[in-house]
């Protein structure tokens, strides 16, 4: 399961819920069986921990294209009776059949998640994220699960100059991922409205944190610039660097996940905002964390803009407190610090086996 080539570090950068929170889902996630698509990445990973910390059966489908598998592997031999895997993609009906048989909700979070991968493998992002998207709604379907909770992307809005974002705003996708993300969301739709499944699509507004992988040339841009700056390199920024985003901490979209599963309210496919409700550009990302490095000596070095990414987001979340009683738990400042904190102990980790 887990690479064999891949011997990089992880810390266990677990996050924790606020007691309140955990009050409220674990009445209605305990002993709940569940399928998450996608599991051994980035954010499928900490919403694996949450929901083993909840008390769930859990069954986890990952090609491990984006991830190497290691957290996923110790928790399968840490909790073998409560948490499963299925070596297998989203493209493959047997390995998805075996992935959501029994579930009562699966969390479909598996894609090919970056822009300028997109850009450069078009037919392979929309193959996994438009096809591989129908293909889990219709195990599902198949399966009788109750809820599909989509991972979809807030890139589905494109370059409208209106901010903040809302969810009855016309999309207008700009790159082969948007556009491939957008489609999930009409088959969330279209699946709740043919075949009465309960679907919603959560559009994420550019998520961040422990784990992160830093280390691909389709690396989000936290990452690269906590690597970047507390290797003693100077970040790089495509553009002027005014471009704004909506930086939201990881705990912050899995506790949407979470809301999202134990809904009361029927879910029809709706898309819901998931962000923090703020933006920073790009400058002031890099100051703050170069802050946060003890690096404030290295200036970011400017590129040229690249194809596909958008100026502005920034979400509004009047929909997802009123659906699903969203609202951020981690702000930026904390969550910033707390994700820098786990790069340094990356680092540190792997300094301290270099000079043994």
Not at 164 to 189: I, T
Request: glycine share 8%; proline share 6%; charged share 20%.
């Amino acid at each position: 399961m887990t690479n064999p080539r891949d011997r990089r570090y992880h810390t266990p950068g677990v996050l924790k819920l606020p007691n309140d929170s955990v009050a409220r889902l674990r009445p209605k996630l305990q002993g709940r069986a569940v399928c998450v698509t996608g599991g051994a990445g980035f954010i499928g990973g900490h919403l694996v921990d949450a929901l083993l910390s909840l008390g769930c059966r859990i069954r986890v489908i990952d090609d491990l294209s984006n991830a190497d598998g290691r957290h996923i592997a110790e928790l399968v031999d840490m909790e073998p009776e409560r948490v499963q895997f299925v070596h297998g993609s989203i493209l493959d009906d047997r390995a998805l059949d075996d992935a959501v048989r029994g579930a009562h909700t699966v969390f479909h979070l598996a894609a090919v998640s970056s822009v300028p991968r997109s850009i450069a493998e078009p037919e392979r992002s929309y193959a996994v994220n438009a096809l591989g998207t129908l293909r889990v709604a219709e195990a599902a379907r198949r399966a009788g699960v109750g809820r599909i909770v989509y991972s979809a992307s807030s890139s589905a809005y494109g370059e409208g100059e209106r901010l903040p974002k809302v969810e009855s705003d016309v999309p207008a996708p700009v790159s082969p991922y948007a556009a491939s993300k957008l489609a999930g969301e009409h088959v969330m739709l279209a699946w709740a409205k043919s075949y009465d499944l309960s679907t919603v699509s959560l559009r994420y507004f550019n998520i961040f944190g422990p784990r992160q992988p830093a280390d691909s040339p389709y690396a989000a841009v936290i990452a690269v610039f906590a690597r970047a700056l507390l290797s003693g390199r100077a970040p790089v920024i495509f553009g002027d660097g005014l471009q704004s985003r909506d930086f939201t901490f990881v705990a912050n979209a899995v506790l949407a996940n979470l809301l999202a599963a134990t809904a009361d309210r029927p879910l029809r496919g709706e898309a819901v905002n998931i962000g923090s409700g703020s933006r920073l550009d790009l400058l002031q990302l890099a100051r703050l964390i170069a802050e946060r490095c003890g690096a404030t000596h290295l200036p970011p070095r400017m590129e040229p803009p690249r194809a596909g990414d958008v100026r502005h987001s920034q979400a509004d979340l009047t929909l997802a407190r009123e659906l699903l009683g969203y609202s951020p738990v981690v702000s930026l400042e904390d969550g910033l610090s707390r994700t820098i904190d786990w790069y340094r102990g990356v680092r540190d980790h792997c300094a301290n086996d270099a000079g043994t």
